[in-house]
């Protein structure tokens, strides 16, 4: 058993006021994996209050940049030194394969050096700005928003938290961060990293709960200047309504229906493999899941063959077993869900090309396979509706005109993808599609550097890159009387 029965509040490791706790199981066997304390209402208060005075009165804030990279530096440091142990944690928690937990740690290291590296350009960042009017003197500057509190799914758990909290602090920032009830563990390991690495007492405060209680309380607390939330539309949706009687400054990241277009001069061999990366990476439970493939009819029967061969061979079983690239869903919940939309894309008359099915060597978790659909229904749910599981549509199309029209006609733009040999084409396609991440050639690749965030209900803001950085700072103008004679608007000199 991996209990955690404390929260990690201003520094201190501290029981539940309410002595509140929820279960954790391994999605692999459906196996009890840890009880961990689940923050109430005054523990938020708690929290929020810790952040808020370490804001207002701690160091951090107004140390430079260069001194608040030097921590974060550390705490990618601490993550490395950990990596081996933390990817079998997020496995444990989280049933993906060790090969994709053991990136997904590396990448959380690197968005804490990359952010270190911004931290630094903040210093002496001040700009002047010429007036007209030569009796001022002007300057803007850009300061932390405050208290930010971050909302993180269960898909990438450490990740999604380096995501939010690493350029919250580099901002200057200070923050309550609320792991999914699903994923808690390796959240609550990076408190333990981010202290050792010298974080001050009260900046990052770390409180697992559930989300109607923990994190409503959260959201609606008076004490919190910043809500940043990766998550579903309808509590995105929430947080936002929230958030508008406060007049909170907020970033959402919420759901996707990527489409992936397919032309016939492609590769056939590659664009299988950036189908199956796109769509079965995570067991599809990724929001810029590219699980609506539009292909050119002259190569649709061929490539629809290779993608069903390819597919049923792809290895299932507990992440932790050698040669796995498909572990389970991460919850009985999850795989209910995902159950349920393959048996209604079958119903709505969807053509079911191969998996929908639990494996039949996998009779504990919540295992599903690698699953095709055909010909799909441009009405029916399983076309439109985010699936957030190893289920991908595809379908034909025949001029490039109608495949643009076909990807973009979603409620969703965050991310998509179009493979061709003639660039020219892919290049122009790019500017068409309504998104706001289009890969030319690949499917899903990521990185510190560039904006990720999406348009339409997929989302508001951006994170990763300098734009990550932007969601955590204010920008301030500093203008100075600096003539030696009076003003003399109501005292005559």
């Known amino acids: 058993m991996l209990d955690r029965p404390h929260l990690f509040i201003d520094g201190q490791w501290l029981a539940p006021q309410n002595g509140g706790s929820f279960d954790v199981f391994d999605p692999s066997d459906a196996s009890l994996l840890a009880t961990v304390a689940a923050a109430g209402a005054a523990d938020v208060d708690l929290a929020v209050t810790a952040a808020r005075r370490a804001f207002d009165e701690g160091p951090w804030p107004r140390l430079s940049g260069a001194m608040r990279a030097a921590v974060l530096r550390r705490i990618a440091e601490g993550i490395r030194a950990r990596q081996d142990d933390l990817a079998v944690l997020e496995v444990r928690d989280n049933g993906k394969p060790l090969p994709e ?11 804490f050096d990359f952010y270190a590296g911004l ?26 928003v405050g208290v930010a509190a971050a909302i993180i799914p269960w898909n990438y758990p450490l990740l999604m938290a380096a995501w939010k909290v690493a350029p919250a602090l580099a901002a200057g920032c200070t923050m309550v961060l609320k792991p999914s009830e699903l994923t808690p563990l390796t959240a609550l390991e990076l408190a333990n990293i981010a202290a050792d690495a010298g974080l001050p007492a009260g900046v990052l405060n770390v409180l697992p709960g559930l989300g109607n209680e923990t994190g409503a309380a959260l959201v609606e607390h008076p004490g919190v200047d910043k809500i940043a939330f990766t998550g579903s539309v309808p509590t995105g949706s929430r947080i936002m309504q929230a958030a508008a009687r406060d007049v909170k400054n907020i970033s959402l990241e919420l759901g996707g229906k990527s489409p992936f277009i397919v032309f016939a001069d492609s590769d056939i061999e590659a664009a299988v493999e950036w189908i199956m990366f796109g769509i079965f990476w995570n067991q599809g439970q990724v929001c810029s899941a590219t699980s609506r493939v539009l292909v050119e009819r002259s190569l649709y029967a061929t490539l629809l063959q290779r993608l069903s061969d390819e597919a049923q061979k792809i290895r299932i079983g507990n992440g932790l077993e050698a040669g ?54 441009l009405n029916c749910a399983l076309w439109r509706e985010e699936i957030f599981g190893p289920v991908v549509c595809v379908n034909p199309f025949d001029t490039e005109v109608e495949s643009v029209q076909l990807a973009n006609d979603s409620e969703f733009g965050l991310a998509a993808a179009v493979m061709s ?62 003539s030696s004679e009076a003003w003399g608007w109501y005292l005559k000199p």
């Open 119 to 144: 931290a630094e350009g903040l210093d002496g960042e001040e700009r002047q700005v010429a007036l007209a009017d030569a009796r001022f003197r002007a300057s803007v500057v850009r300061a932390p």
């Open 101 to 111: 937990a053991q990136w997904d740690i590396g990448d959380a290291a690197a968005c």
């Open 324 to 377: 796995v690239l498909l572990g389970p869903l991460v919850s009985a919940g999850q795989h209910a869900k995902v159950s349920a939309a393959i048996a209604q894309g079958i119903a709505d008359g969807a053509r079911l090309i191969c998996g929908g099915k639990r494996p039949a060597e996998q009779d504990k978790g919540w295992f599903m396979q690698p699953t095709v659909f055909a010909d799909v229904p």
């Open 421 to 482: 040999a003639d660039l020219e084409r892919c290049e122009r396609l790019a500017r068409k599609l309504q998104a706001g991440i289009v890969w030319i050639n690949c499917s899903q690749p990521t990185f510190s550097e560039l904006p990720w965030g999406g348009v339409k209900r997929s989302g508001i803001g951006r994170e990763l890159g300098e734009w990550g950085l932007d969601n955590y700072l204010e920008t301030k103008q500093i203008t100075r009387y600096q």
